[in-house]
């Protein structure tokens, strides 16, 4: 149940922009995003429920294809406070009616912002 | 926005202890929370789900006699790590569930020697 993320660590310069990729093999009711530094617990950047949902704050934003049960994160003109691994967290549509809400995260993708 | 804590943010215990660990929602509640787990530069591993009122439930692999969870109000939830070993070193990290969202604890460091 565990989503795939890509990639695995990404390395910038200031300024520039990525794309982290999260996709499951399982039909998604949501996805969360958090970006997590070294130490310290994970702290939510955004959530999409629905097909085709974009969302965005500052300069990262995301977008959620359902029919491929998949979503991006994009970070644009990066800064040096981006760094740190960020994880995607799947909500499956099977449980969409049931209170539980539990998310599975990927393995993370490592982003490194240099001067 | 929500707040979650957690306490202790760090233990160190000897083999065969147990060790009970608090997380709680400051400024909301929390019917559900959950339990994670974390070993270093690995992903979040969901333990737990641990619902107010009710028995906890686990995950595949996650003993129940081993990591007792209970839920006794809104606003709190507890990890006990019975007889803990070596292997049971990691960081434990809770959430709580506010409507759709998720929001973490800071995280409780355990280390058994």
């Known amino acids: 149940q565990q989503p795939v993320q890509s990639p695995q660590a990404v390395i910038l310069r200031e300024g520039e922009d990525a794309v982290i990729n999260c996709s499951s093999s399982?039909?998604?009711?949501?996805v969360h995003w958090y970006r997590q530094k070294h130490g310290e617990a994970p702290v939510f950047l955004m959530i999409?429920?629905?097909?085709?949902e974009q969302k965005g704050h500052d300069k990262i934003s995301a977008s959620f294809n359902e029919k491929k049960q998949q979503s991006s994160l994009y970070l644009t003109a990066s800064q040096l406070s981006y760094s740190g691994t960020y994880f995607c967290?799947?909500?499956?549509?099977?449980?969409?009616?049931?209170?539980?809400?539990?998310?599975?995260f990927g393995r993370g993708t490592q982003l490194t912002v240099w001067p | 926005g929500a707040v979650v804590s957690q306490h202790p943010s760090r233990v160190i215990c000897k083999s065969g202890t147990s060790v009970k660990i608090e997380c709680r929602s400051l400024?909301?509640?929390?019917?559900?929370m959950f339990w994670y787990r974390q070993f270093p530069k690995q992903s979040l591993m969901l333990m737990a789900t641990?619902?107010?009122?009710?028995?906890?439930?686990?995950e595949q692999g996650v003993e129940k006699d081993k990591f007792l969870i209970n839920h006794a109000s809104l606003t709190l939830s507890t990890l006990t790590v019975t007889s803990a070993h070596p292997e049971d070193s990691s960081f434990y990290i809770c959430?709580?569930?506010?409507?759709?969202?998720?929001?973490f604890g800071p995280g409780t460091r355990l280390t058994v020697l």
């Open positions: 400024d909301f509640q929390a019917t559900t």
């Open positions: 959430s709580a569930r506010d409507r759709d969202q998720q929001f």
């Open positions: 967290g799947t909500g499956s549509s099977s449980l969409r009616g049931s209170t539980l809400g539990r998310l599975y």
């Open positions: 399982k039909a998604l009711y949501s």
């Open positions: 999409l429920l629905k097909g085709g």
């Open positions: 641990s619902n107010e009122g009710s028995k906890a439930t686990y």
